[in-house]
């Protein structure tokens, strides 16, 4: 079982940052995959931002060009950089793992944690 803990939700006056942290248990953590989700009042979970094993990053089209993913497998630690925010990214935001690598089975959640943009 892998553990998966997000941390550095807030609330932020839109077109600010926050850099939320997540790290995980996993005793190969530079062979899995690892993603940010969010999921908004009313909304469905959707994606964000994933880096995967062999190293390819890719976003959601909303995020892209404002938010950035970076790892750290020596502190087995994923960052999710997200600047100019906008009101729309007021959402729950969790941090996934997917051993594979492949970040197609997302078998490990965080508990998520809350970002707040407000005008």
């Known amino acids: 079982q892998v553990q998966v803990v997000e941390s550095g939700g807030g609330l932020v006056q839109a077109g600010g940052s926050l850099r939320l942290s997540c790290t995980a248990s996993?005793?190969?953590?530079?062979?899995?995959?690892m993603g940010w989700f969010r999921q908004a009042p009313g909304k469905e979970r959707e994606f964000v931002a994933a880096w995967r094993g062999h190293g390819a990053r890719n976003y959601r089209d909303s995020v892209t060009g404002r938010f950035t993913i970076s790892r750290d497998n020596a502190k087995k630690a994923v960052y999710l950089q997200m600047n100019s925010l906008k009101l729309e990214d007021t959402a729950v935001y969790y941090c996934a793992t997917d051993p594979t690598g492949l970040g197609l089975r997302w078998n490990f959640w965080g508990q998520g944690t809350q970002v707040t943009v407000s005008l």
């Open positions: 996993a005793q190969t953590f530079e062979k899995y995959a």
